[in-house]
């Protein structure tokens, strides 16, 4: 699919706008044809494991490969305190926030609305782990526009730790996850 974005670019918008697209149309030919099948959802199901054992990795190796590793390594500093420090204090924040939050205010949401226009509302109840779980997926920052719009030759210092600071933080998000997933 990149070589046909590289190839035909977009004639409105970015390639990856083009990419979700062409995968929500694929998508849609394929329940079509294959219909409502549970086997088939089953067969589809996303798998946690399969994602963070072999879709992941390789991701990450490309990424540390192709990344220009003097100029990475000279910033080794910046780069672990935005992505060790902040993604542990994002975590930390997001977790005692949400903490206070829920445990102090009465949140409610809407659950169905019946066939007379009523509203049916729910309390927002979390218990500490999936709320450990939730905020641990908060505390990873996507970087991906920010390192699209950095250019490595203009600003090499400021790419560099945008790219190490978002492998990091990824990684570190991951961690945190599996560490609170594992108890």
């Known amino acids: 699919m990149e070589a046909l974005n590289h190839k035909y670019k977009p004639v409105i918008g970015h390639e990856t706008c083009a990419t979700i697209i062409v995968g929500i ?8 044809y294959a219909g409502p ?6 067969m589809y199901s996303f798998s946690q494991s399969a994602f963070f054992d072999f ?6 190796y490309n990424s540390g490969f192709n990344m220009r ?13 935005f992505g060790l420090g902040v993604t542990f204090f ?8 949400s903490y206070f939050v829920l445990s102090n205010f009465d949140l409610t949401m809407t659950k169905y609305v019946t066939e007379d226009g009523i509203p049916v509302t729910q309390k927002v109840e979390l218990s500490i782990m999936s ?3 939730f ?6 920052s996507d970087v991906v526009a920010a390192v699209s719009i950095v250019d490595f030759n203009a600003q090499p210092k400021l ?25």
């Not at 099948?37 to 089953?42: D, L």
């Open 90 to 97: 994002c975590f930390v924040f997001y977790s005692v926030s």
């Open 159 to 183: 790419y560099s730790c945008i790219f190490g600071e978002g492998v990091t933080n990824d990684i570190v998000s991951i961690i945190i996850f599996n560490a609170i997933l594992s108890l």
């Open 131 to 133: 709320m450990l779980l």
């Open 25 to 32: 149309v694929f998508c849609v030919i394929f329940y079509m």
């Open 69 to 81: 590793r003097r100029s990475f390594f000279s910033n080794l500093g910046n780069v672990m305190i």
């Open 135 to 140: 905020t641990s997926l908060l505390c990873s």
């Open 55 to 60: 879709l992941l990795p390789p991701i990450i």
């Open 37 to 42: 099948n549970p086997a088939t959802i089953e």
